[in-house]
C-alpha cells in the first residue's frame, strides 16, 4: 500500500483519487463482488490510501490511512452524518441510534447511555456466565457441532434477557428466523437489489420478518409499560438491577421527556441487531483462530486455570482475565464483525491531497486498515501478544477501531467485551474445541463478516462443570 502524499502549495488539489472504473454508467461497488474484503484490499494496494468509485450516482471515497480515518470519526460534528447508505433500511431501523443523526441522535444517545454504565453491565455479566454454562452443560464430549449456530443462540439470549430481563424461550422461535431472513436481504446481491428497491422475493421475507420483529417488541413494550404502573414495577430482581428495556422506558431528557412507543421499538430492535450477531462473530472466530493456534490456547488455558481454577468466572475477575482479553481484541482485529463503516461528508472536506465534495460517501474499512503490515508487523499472524501494553501504545490510534471511535463510537463496546470474555472464559474452562476436518471455513462480508458456512467442530471436555461451592454464588457478580 502507498503512503499518500501531504497537500502542498505546489501540489494542487486534484478532485478525482485513483480507484476502479467499473461499467460505463453503472460503475462497481465493492458490495457487490464475490468477495468484497478481498476486492477492497485489492484496491488498497493498487490505488493507495484514498480510493474513488462511483455507483450509479452516489460517489464514494475509501480511506485506508489510520490519519484519515481519524479525520472522519473525530470530524467536526454535524459534517460527518451517516447518510443515505445507513438510512437504506428504515422500516428496520427506523430512527434507532444506529442511523439516527443530528441533535435527535444526540438526544437518544444521551437517554440510552445509563443502560450501559457499569451498574448495568454486572447484570448483564451475571446473564452472561449463566447461559454460558447452561450451554456447556448441554454439550457432551466428542460432540460435532456448528459453533457458529451455538454462539448465535447463545448470544441471542443474552441480548434477549439483558434487554427484556425475561426468558423468551417461546418468542426465539420466531425471532431467531426473523433475524435470519434480514441478514440474508442484506448479503451480497441482494443487498444491492434491497437498496435499489427491487421487488424480489427476499425482500418480501425480510418485511414479513421486520414485521414480525415489531409485534414481538411493541408488545413487550406495552407489558414492561403495564409493570412500570403496577405497584411492583422496577427493580424486578430485587438489588436494584434493571433491564434495558425499564432503563430506556424510565428515562427522560432535561425537559422531562420519554421516548415514545415507536422510538422505544426503534432503540430496542437497533440493539438487538447491534448486539447479537456481532458478539456471536467475534465468539465464532475467536474459536476458529484458537484451533489453529494451539500455543495461544495454552496460553488462554493456563490463565483460565491460574485465575479460576474449577469456579466459574465472575464480573470481578475481569481484570486478571488479561490474556483472555488480548485473544479477544486480536480476533477483533484480524476478523472484525463490522469490517466497514460508512458516513457521507456535509461540506467540502480535504482529506490528503484531496479535496472532496460537500455529499461525498466516505468508506472506512477495518478489515483492510487492520491487516496493513505497516502497522502490525506479521499482520495476518494470530498474536495476543501485540496487545501488551507496550506494544498496543505504539499503535497509530485508529489504526484498530474494531468499535468504530469518536462521538458514535460503539454504545456496547463495554458489554460486548465482558460479555466476549466471559463467554469464551465459561467454555475455554470446560471445553476445547477441535475443528472438523475437510471444510473451508470462508468469511462471508454481509452487513457483519460471518463464516459462510458456520464453522463445523467436535468438542474435547477439558474439565468437568465448574465446581463451586453454591452454584448460583458461583457466578454472581460483584461490581468491577
Ligand atoms: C463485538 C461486538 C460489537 C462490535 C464489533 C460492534 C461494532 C460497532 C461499530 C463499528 C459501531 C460504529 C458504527 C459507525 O460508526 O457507523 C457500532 C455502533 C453501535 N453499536 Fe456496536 N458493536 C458490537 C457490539 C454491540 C453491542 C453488544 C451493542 C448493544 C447491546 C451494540 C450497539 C451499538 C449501537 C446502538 C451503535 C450505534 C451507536 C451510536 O451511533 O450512537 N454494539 N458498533
Not at 168 to 174: A, F, G, I, S
Not at 314 to 336: A, F, G, M
Not at 337 to 343: D, I, K, L, N
Amino acid at each position: 500500500m502507498s503512503a499518500t502524499a501531504i497537500p502542498s502549495a505546489t501540489n494542487p488539489t486534484p478532485h478525482r483519487p485513483p480507484g476502479p472504473r467499473g461499467l460505463p454508467w453503472l460503475g462497481t461497488s465493492f458490495m457487490a463482488s464475490r468477495d468484497s474484503t478481498k476486492t477492497l484490499t485489492r484496491w488498497a494496494r493498487d490505488y493507495g490510501d484514498i480510493v474513488y468509485y462511483h455507483f450509479l450516482d452516489f460517489h464514494f471515497y475509501v480511506l485506508f490511512h489510520p490519519q484519515h480515518i481519524e479525520q472522519v470519526l473525530l470530524g467536526k460534528t454535524g459534517n460527518f452524518i451517516k447518510g443515505l447508505t445507513s438510512r437504506a433500511n428504515p422500516e428496520l431501523f427506523g430512527n434507532g441510534l444506529l442511523t439516527s443523526d443530528g441533535d435527535f441522535w444526540r438526544r437518544q444517545r444521551r437517554l440510552s447511555n445509563p443502560a450501559f454504565h457499569r451498574e448495568s453491565l454486572a447484570r448483564y455479566a451475571d446473564i452472561t456466565v449463566e447461559e454460558a454454562a447452561k450451554l456447556t452443560e448441554s454439550w457432551k464430549d466428542g460432540e460435532k457441532r456448528n459453533i457458529h449456530n451455538d454462539m448465535m443462540n447463545v448470544t441471542l439470549r443474552i441480548v434477549l434477557r439483558s434487554l427484556f430481563g425475561a426468558d423468551l424461550r417461546e418468542h426465539m422461535r420466531v425471532i431467531e428466523p426473523a433475524l435470519e431472513a434480514i441478514m440474508i436481504s442484506s448479503t451480497g446481491f441482494n443487498s444491492i437489489a434491497f437498496f435499489l428497491r427491487i421487488p424480489t422475493p427476499t425482500r418480501k421475507l425480510h418485511f414479513l420478518a421486520v414485521q414480525k420483529l415489531n409485534d414481538i417488541v411493541y408488545g413487550l413494550i406495552a407489558s414492561g409499560r403495564e409493570k412500570l404502573k403496577s405497584a411492583e414495577a422496577a427493580p424486578r430482581d430485587g438489588s436494584g438491577a434493571k433491564d434495558l428495556l425499564t432503563l430506556l422506558l424510565t428515562a427522560r431528557d432535561d425537559e422531562g421527556n420519554s421516548m415514545s412507543d415507536q422510538q422505544l421499538r426503534d432503540e430496542v430492535i437497533t440493539l438487538l441487531l447491534a448486539g447479537h450477531e456481532t458478539t456471536a462473530l467475534n465468539l465464532s472466530w475467536t474459536w476458529y483462530l484458537l484451533a489453529q493456534n494451539p500455543e495461544v490456547e495454552q496460553k488462554l488455558h493456563a490463565e483460565l486455570d491460574a485465575v479460576l481454577g474449577t469456579r466459574p468466572p465472575t464480573v470481578s475477575d475481569l481484570p486478571k482475565l488479561q490474556y483472555t482479553d488480548r485473544v479477544i481484541r486480536e480476533t477483533l482485529r484480524l476478523y472484525p464483525p463490522a469490517w466497514r463503516v460508512f458516513r457521507r461528508t456535509e461540506e467540502p472536506f480535504q482529506v490528503g491531497d484531496y479535496l472532496l465534495p460537500a455529499g461525498s460517501n466516505i468508506v472506512l474499512s477495518q478489515w483492510v486498515t487492520q491487516r496493513d503490515p505497516r502497522w502490525f508487523t506479521e499482520p495476518e499472524r494470530f498474536n495476543p501478544d501485540r496487545w501488551s501494553e507496550e506494544a498496543a501504545a505504539k499503535l497509530p490510534r485508529f489504526a484498530y477501531f474494531p468499535f468504530g471511535g469518536g462521538p458514535r463510537v460503539c454504545i456496547g463496546a463495554g458489554f460486548a467485551m465482558m460479555e466476549a470474555i466471559l463467554l469464551l472464559a465459561t467454555i475455554a474452562q470446560r471445553y476445547r474445541i477441535r475443528l472438523a476436518p475437510h471444510q473451508r471455513v470462508e468469511p462471508l462480508a454481509s452487513i457483519t463478516l460471518r463464516p459462510k458456512k458456520g464453522i463445523r467442530v467436535t468438542l474435547e471436555e477439558r474439565m468437568r462443570a465448574p465446581i463451586s461451592s453454591d452454584r448460583t454464588s458461583g457466578a454472581k457478580v460483584h461490581s468491577a
